[in-house]
C-alpha cells in the first residue's frame, strides 16, 4: 500500500477556543468551504462542552466532530472529567489523545495516554494519538528514540485490528502555537521513522495503512508541501483550524 491509497485526514484542534454559539457558525462555515472536497477526511475536535451543538451543524456534510480528551475509566469519581460513551452519545467520532499542551500541563504521561488510548479504542471511538519530541530532545538528538518510544508506549496492548482506528500526528513540541514550522524533510523523516516503528509492532501491511499527520503551525502557507511528503497523510491544525478560510487552504492541499 502507498501514500496515494491511505486516507488523508486533516484534523482542526480548536483548544479552548469557541463558545457553542461560535462554533455553530464556525462548522456551518468549514462545511460549506469543504463541500466537495473529498480527497480527505475533515475533523474538527471541538471543546466538550461544543459537541452537541457541532454535530447537529454537521449533520449533512462530510465534517466529522471529535473531542480533544477522554478519561479512561466508564463512570466514576473523576470530577471533570469525561467518558468515551459520553462522548459517543454527543455525537463524536474521533477524539484527539496525548497532546503535548496535555502533557505539558496536566499531567498526562505516557501511562495516561495508553489507557485513554485503550479505553476510547474498546468504546468505538476512532483515535488521533499525539507525540512528538521537547525541542531539548531535537536539541540533544535523541529524537528518534523519544518519538519510537512513545509510539510503543501509547500503543502498548492496542491490536493490529483496533490499529485501523487510530491516527497518529507526530507533532514536535516546540513547533506548536510558535510559528515554528518543521521542515517538511524534518516531519518526513520523523513521520517515516513512526512508520517503522509501527512495522515492527505490527507488520508493514498495518503500518503502510495507517494515517500518520504532521502538527505544529501547520498553515495555509505551507501545507503544500508539508503534505506532499510520502510519508506525511495530514495535518493536526491548531491556531489555522479557527478560521474556516485558512483551514479550507489546508483542506485543498490535501486533495492532491
Ligand atoms: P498549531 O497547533 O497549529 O496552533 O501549532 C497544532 C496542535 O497543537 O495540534
Redesign the pocket.
Known amino acids: 500500500m502507498k501514500k496515494e491509497v491511505r486516507r488523508a485526514v486533516i484534523a482542526g484542534?480548536w483548544?479552548m477556543n469557541m463558545t457553542p454559539s461560535e462554533a455553530k457558525c464556525a462548522v456551518e462555515r468549514t462545511a460549506e468551504l469543504t463541500k466537495g472536497l473529498d480527497g480527505c477526511d475533515v475533523i474538527l475536535c471541538v471543546p466538550f462542552v461544543d459537541i452537541q451543538t457541532a454535530v447537529a451543524a454537521s449533520e449533512g456534510t462530510s465534517v466529522m466532530i471529535g473531542a480533544q480528551n477522554v478519561h479512561f475509566a466508564e463512570k466514576g469519581a473523576f470530577t471533570g472529567e469525561v467518558s468515551a460513551k459520553m462522548l459517543l452519545e454527543c455525537g463524536a467520532k474521533y477524539v484527539?489523545i496525548g497532546?503535548?499542551?496535555r502533557r505539558q500541563y496536566f499531567g498526562e504521561t505516557d501511562e495516561t495516554v495508553n489507557k485513554r488510548t485503550k479505553a476510547a479504542l474498546a468504546s468505538g471511538l476512532k483515535v488521533i494519538l499525539?507525540l512528538g519530541e521537547v525541542l531539548e530532545q531535537r536539541q540533544a538528538g535523541i529524537t528518534s528514540e523519544i518519538v519510537s518510544m512513545q509510539t510503543k508506549l501509547d500503543l502498548a496492548g492496542v491490536t493490529a485490528d483496533e490499529m485501523a482506528n487510530v491516527i497518529i500526528?507526530y507533532?514536535p513540541v516546540w513547533?506548536?502555537?510558535?510559528?515554528l514550522?518543521a521542515t517538511p524533510d524534518q516531519a518526513e523523516e520523523v513521520c517515516a521513522l513512526i512508520r517503522e516503528t509501527l512495522a515492527d509492532l505490527y507488520g508493514e501491511d498495518v503500518a503502510e495503512a495507517t494515517t500518520i499527520q504532521y502538527?505544529?503551525?501547520?498553515?495555509d502557507g505551507n501545507a503544500a508541501e508539508l503534505l506532499s511528503k510520502t510519508n506525511v497523510d495530514g495535518?493536526?491544525?491548531?491556531?489555522?483550524?479557527l478560521v474556516p478560510e485558512k483551514f479550507l487552504k489546508i483542506v485543498e492541499a490535501a486533495q492532491a
Do not use: D, R, V, Y
Not at 513547533?175 to 510559528?179: L, P, Q, R, Y
Not at 495535518?235 to 483550524?241: T, V
Open positions: 484542534n483548544k484527539i497532546h503535548s499542551e499525539c500526528a507533532e513547533a506548536i502555537g510558535t510559528g514550522t502538527g505544529g503551525s501547520m498553515n495535518g493536526l491544525i491548531g491556531g489555522a483550524s
